[in-house]
């Protein structure tokens, strides 16, 4: 399976992941209990506009704060959870706190888009933009303060299904992204076809652009295709002020990535984009040599 994914996230199913050891099915069923026992906790990470360094928005990344095990990466259960149908738990779970601090962060004046991540079974979900919608309401906030992202796998593993969720999704009004673009399997037919806002752009490509020319004519490609598609182009995995200047250049539209925030505890958000604004008011951001 090395070709399966080159990204990071773990977005299918893996029949190889082995669910019979007894390690992985005490897992499992801790996972069940996670949202009970308010273990799960919303991390959010600064999405930017390359071009004047404005925080656009943020992506929700879970996190699970296991009590033996610790802060639990998402690559460690969400594959499990995806495997077992407790994703459709864990994505209305994100979803709702992200909507909770939606509201928070537009009391405080920060009118941030939040990015939620779908998995496969979130689209083959009839009843998810039901479920949404009726959060929506529940929380008073905008289906366009929201963009959902979604990966070419999962809406290959039914395109017929994944199509008819994301028209419905996009007809309520939240804006829709593919994530880590260029490392699954999909057709420029389908992107034509999606009622898609935004492409990111995967982090592998991101990472070697400056070293690997193969890499610098992907995101330069993809950049270009978006924006002849009137699609919005997002770099993820930003590193180092190299990048973000070459990404500048080629006049990508935001970037994502550690050199200039790392996902953080949502509580933290609002601290952190205010002295972001105010090391960017006072030039400090300019040339992004901020580490
Ligand atoms: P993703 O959606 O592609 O999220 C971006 C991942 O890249 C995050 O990892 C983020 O922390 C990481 N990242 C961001 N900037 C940099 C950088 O500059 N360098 C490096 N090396 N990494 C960077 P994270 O939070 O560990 O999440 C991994 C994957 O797990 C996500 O990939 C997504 O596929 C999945 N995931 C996370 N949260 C959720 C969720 O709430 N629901 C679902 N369905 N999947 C989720
Ligand atoms: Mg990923
Ligand atoms: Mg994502
Ligand atoms: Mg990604």
């Known amino acids: ?8 996230g773990p977005a299918t199913y893996d029949p190889s992941i082995d669910a019979t050891s007894a390690q992985t099915l005490t897992l499992i069923s801790e996972l069940r209990q996670a949202v009970d026992r308010n273990e799960l906790r919303l991390y959010l990470q600064p999405k930017l506009a390359l071009e004047d360094r404005a925080v656009v928005g943020a992506e929700a990344l879970v996190r699970w704060q296991h009590p033996q ?3 639990v990466p998402p690559v460690q259960f969400i594959p499990f959870a995806e495997q077992t149908g407790f994703i459709r738990h864990l994505t209305m779970w994100v979803f709702e706190e992200a909507a909770r601090h939606w509201q928070t962060l537009a009391d405080e004046g920060l009118q941030l888009r939040l990015s939620v991540n779908l998995s496969t079974r979130d689209l083959l979900d009839m009843d998810l933009p039901q479920k949404f919608g009726a959060l929506l309401v529940r929380h008073g906030v905008p289906a366009a ?7 070419e796998s999962a809406i290959m593993d039914d395109p017929q299904r994944a199509l008819a969720t994301l028209d ?3 007809a309520m009004g939240f804006k829709l992204s593919i994530d880590d673009f260029g490392t699954g399997y999909s057709s420029l037919a389908y992107l034509k076809r999606l009622p898609v ?31 002849n598609l009137g699609i919005t182009v997002v770099a993820e995995g ?3 002020a190299e990048a973000w200047n070459l990404l ?3 006049k990508c539209d935001q970037a994502q990535g550690y050199h200039m925030g790392r ?9 952190w984009s205010t002295s972001w604004g105010m090391r960017r008011a006072a030039g400090e951001t300019d040339s992004l040599h901020l580490l």
């Open 168 to 170: 419905a999704l996009n």
């Open 263 to 271: 996902p953080m505890p949502v509580g933290e958000f609002s601290a």
């Open 69 to 71: 095990r610790g802060l």
């Open 248 to 250: 500048r250049e080629l």
């Open 238 to 240: 930003v590193e180092t």
């Open 1 to 8: 399976h090395a070709a399966k994914q080159r990204g990071n």
């Open 197 to 227: 806002d935004e492409l990111k752009i995967d982090q592998s490509f991101v990472r070697n652009m400056q070293s690997d020319r193969d890499d610098e004519m992907i995101v330069r490609s993809t950049i270009d295709l978006a924006h």
């Open 145 to 151: 303060a929201f963009c959902l992202e979604i990966t």
